[in-house]
T-cell receptor, first 114, second 110 residues
Framework: QQQVKQSPQSLIVQKGGIPIINCAYE??????FPWYQQFPGKGPALLIA?????SEKKEGRFTISFNKSAKQFSLHIMDSQPGDSATYFC?????????????FGQGTTLQVKP | DTGVSQNPRHKITKRGQNVTFRCDPI?????LYWYRQTLGQGPEFLTY????????KSRLLSDRFSAERPKGSFSTLEIQRTEQGDSAMYLC????????FGSGTQLSVL
């Protein structure tokens, strides 16, 4: 019940495409859902986050869609660029945003072809 | 720059040896976290500190692992009698409204 399940494991899109990464959870007590981006040899970096009382959040080319009833949330990357090629992780927290204890999904490796 | 420096960046050791990693937040942060990330997986929470007090340990943190934060600033993570299964990236993180990770220490146990 503490897991966050992420799919797909890998994704290849052409430049300008809109990759979509999905995550599902069971524990309805989760109250904060961030997405992290990780490049090889680097630690994960916060990309965008959402709370369960909001259905959508946009920051630049990144959008989170949140479906509370389905217990699912997804990341959309608009106008994807080769520089977006990285591994993306969804995560969830039981303690809001001001916490460092997160439960991460398994990750999605994204390749954006020029 | 996330404000978290980790050393060393890479560590290769033989099975059975002890290793120690260090995490230096650039500025003072009350909470400091350690995570482990194995190849192809997301980071997994190991432990965290509120100032110098270690407040929570994951069941992943076996007796061979010990973490300290002696003055509430930098932190160390020691693994005794390393095993091949300890090979992973060890990440340190701090909270400043959000969670910020360092670049990690990549441990390879041969």
């Amino acid at each position: 019940q503490q897991q966050v399940k992420q799919s797909p494991q890998s994704l290849i899109v052409q430049k300008g495409g809109i990759p979509i990464i999905n995550c599902a959870y069971e524990n309805t007590a989760f109250d904060y859902f961030p997405w992290y981006q990780q490049f090889p040899g680097k630690g994960p970096a916060l990309l965008i986050a959402i709370r369960p009382d909001v259905s959508e959040k946009k920051e630049g080319r990144f959008t989170i869609s949140f479906n509370k009833s389905a217990k699912q949330f997804s990341l959309h990357i608009m106008d994807s660029q080769p520089g977006d090629s990285a591994t993306y992780f969804c995560a969830a927290s039981l303690e809001g945003s001001n916490t460092g204890k997160l439960i991460f999904g398994q990750g999605t490796t994204l390749q954006v072809k020029p | 720059d996330t404000g978290v420096s980790q050393n060393p960046r890479h560590k290769i050791t033989k099975r059975g040896q002890n290793v120690t990693f260090r995490c230096d937040p650039i500025s003072e942060h009350n909470r400091l976290y350690w995570y482990r990330q194995t190849l192809g997986q997301g980071p997994e929470f190991l432990t965290y500190f509120q100032n110098e007090a270690q407040l929570e340990k994951s069941r992943l943190l076996s007796d061979r692992f010990s973490a300290e934060r002696p003055k509430g600033s930098f932190s160390t993570l020691e693994i005794q009698r390393t095993e091949q299964g300890d090979s992973a990236m060890y990440l340190c993180a701090i909270t400043n409204e959000k969670l910020f990770f360092g670049s990690g220490t990549q441990l390879s146990v041969l």
